[in-house]
């Protein structure tokens, strides 16, 4: 199919590769073997090439960048590969390879990529998984991943303008950190907003293997309140001015279990609607900066499943 960002006089056919971690499988059904591509990033940039195996080459791609968002194919000659970067040139900015890496693989025929025999076939454990949607299946697996996503729901439905256009743009979710401290808390869930995190859980284990599950949010700070008068603390909530350079923010730690249970008493010193205000205007503020940088990290199926969810809630209350 033609698409609006590949150059004239070439018909290449666009996949979103976003959470992919191979292509292999969809090229071989479709017999495309050798031909130029261009491999579009979250930045808007993009990088322009001919392989002998596309698949293969693409392969040898994500080890390289970890932001390709979509690749654009066509079965083009190698003498034609001058022509189309000078084009995509004139529609945005062409990243180049850092050094050529190691040789590449064979990508696999339609025969072995979608074998007759079942027994054979790729599972969801044994084939090319993108990153993120690995991270996300991870958290999903999680035993208090229902609760997780009820929570952060109900907080993109209060305080995120917009949250299915503005989503991955100018605001972004994170499922699991990449490097987690092995002494410390591990991070679940990290949500930004312009750049800045607003929200993120995290995991406590106990030396009983007991489990908290710690929920942090920031918040803006009411023109009429001193430092002193936005320390807070409870059983369950503990709040003060946030530890940032750059933003003066109220930041609150709320046990996230207390919030489930309906006999606890989660107590914010401030009414909840004053709460999703505040919640809101900082969002809202930092999403209007422009200043989102967080694309490339955006987990594109933890959004969906939290941006589902909200949509539920939502539908329940009416």
């Not at 002494?183 to 995190?197: A, K, N």
């Not at 001193?226 to 003060?240: C, K, M, P, R, Y």
């Not at 900066?289 to 589902?308: C, I, P």
Request: with cysteine; aromatic share 8%; glycine share 6%.
């Amino acid at each position: 199919m033609p698409t609006d960002s590949t150059p004239d006089g070439f018909t290449f056919e666009r996949f979103d590769v976003t959470d992919a971690g191979s292509i292999a499988t969809v090229f071989a059904a479709k017999e495309h073997r050798a031909g130029l591509y261009v491999l579009h990033f979250t930045d808007g940039s993009a990088h322009v090439g001919y392989a002998d195996s596309v698949a293969a080459r693409f392969a040898a791609d994500l080890d390289t960048w970890t932001d390709i968002e979509a690749i654009d194919f066509t079965a083009g000659t190698s003498d034609q590969l001058v022509e189309v970067q000078e084009l995509v040139s004139r529609l945005t900015r062409l990243r180049e390879r850092p050094a050529e890496s190691d040789a590449i693989g064979e990508a696999p025929s339609a025969k072995s990529a979608l074998p007759k025999e079942r027994a054979k076939r790729a599972t969801l454990l044994d084939a090319a998984v993108g990153k993120a949607r690995k991270q996300f299946w991870e958290l999903s697996d999680h035993i208090a991943y229902p609760a997780i996503r009820s929570i952060v729901a109900d907080y993109i439905n209060s305080s995120i303008p917009d949250p299915a256009n503005t989503t991955k743009y100018l605001w972004q979710i994170a499922a699991l950190s990449d490097a987690p401290d092995q002494t410390g808390p591990r991070r679940l869930v990290t949500l930004t907003c312009g750049g800045f995190e607003t929200l993120r859980i995290d995991e406590i284990m106990h030396d009983d293997d007991t489990i908290e599950l710690d929920l942090r949010i920031n918040t803006n700070v009411p023109r009429d309140r001193t430092d002193e008068q936005l320390e807070i603390s409870n059983e369950t909530v503990s709040a003060g001015r946030g530890p940032y350079r750059d933003e003066r923010v109220w930041s609150w730690s709320i046990d996230l279990g207390a919030l489930l249970e309906e006999d606890v008493d989660v107590d914010l010193g401030i009414d909840d609607d004053t709460f999703d205000d505040l919640a809101y205007g900082l969002n809202a503020r930092l999403m209007r900066s422009g200043n989102s940088t967080g694309a490339a990290t955006h987990n594109h199926d933890l959004a969906a499943d939290l941006l589902a969810e909200a949509y539920r809630q939502l539908f329940e209350t009416e």
